[in-house]
């Protein structure tokens, strides 16, 4: 929003350069070199400051797009975490199969998930990283501030994959149950169908 109200001034302040240099050579040779050189640095400001601008805005994006998909692998996890604890245990053949089914796709949707946020999060950390250098020149305050970022985006990034790497575990381990079951449902199925046969 800024940015745009700043864009919409810049005809404005080019208007007062131009007025500026119309005034200078009017009058005497050595205040036009000051106006010039005043022209000069201001249009240099304006560009700097509209440039950085522009990759804070930037910066912005990046951080809510990492955090967009943070949320989402977060659900993802809580939702998985609902099934797994929560679930019913189905006893038939059939639903044994659907439920292992379900088991692989939840797995495969938390591995997704994470891929999306860990590439997200190294884009936004070499973005401040970039950031960082490039500003700390004029900003002394920056480079303590981007590794804070840094650090921070790090630690929700390690709490999400603990919290993934947990529920995978616990995925597998509920997986071998359940194939453990399936193949005991089939053995009794194939009981009963010999049995049956033979009466």
């Known amino acids: 929003m800024l940015l745009i109200k700043?864009?919409?001034?810049?005809?404005g302040i080019w208007d007062l350069f131009r007025d500026a240099d119309k005034k200078a050579q009017k009058k005497n040779k050595d205040q036009k070199l000051v106006y010039d050189a005043m022209g000069k640095t201001l249009g240099a400001s304006w560009e700097l400051l509209l440039s950085l601008l522009e990759k804070r805005k930037e910066l912005l994006n990046l951080a809510a797009e990492?955090?967009?998909?943070?949320?989402?692998?977060?659900?993802?996890?809580d939702e998985t975490e609902d099934v797994l604890h929560h679930g019913q245990v189905p006893a038939d053949t059939e639903s044994l199969k659907e439920y292992l089914q379900r088991h692989c796709s939840l797995n495969k949707d938390l591995?997704?998930?994470s891929l999306v946020v860990l590439n997200k999060?190294?884009?936004?950390?070499?973005?401040?990283?970039e950031f960082q250098?490039?500003?700390?020149?004029?900003?002394?305050?920056?480079?303590?501030?981007?590794?804070?970022?840094?650090?921070?985006?790090?630690?929700?990034?390690?709490v999400l994959q603990d919290r993934r790497r947990l529920l995978v575990n616990q995925l597998r381990?509920?997986?071998?149950?359940?194939?453990?079951?399936?193949?005991?449902c089939q053995w009794d199925q194939r009981q009963g169908e010999v049995?049956?046969?033979?009466?």
């Open 111 to 113: 591995l997704e998930n």
């Open 133 to 158: 250098s490039e500003e700390s020149i004029i900003y002394s305050k920056i480079t303590e501030g981007a590794q804070n970022s840094c650090m921070k985006i790090e630690s929700l990034l390690e």
């Open 6 to 11: 700043l864009k919409g001034l810049e005809h």
């Open 173 to 184: 381990q509920q997986q071998m149950e359940m194939e453990q079951l399936l193949k005991v």
């Open 66 to 77: 990492f955090f967009d998909r943070a949320l989402e692998f977060a659900v993802k996890i």
């Open 195 to 199: 049995r049956n046969s033979l009466h």
């Open 121 to 129: 999060s190294q884009e936004l950390i070499d973005f401040i990283q």
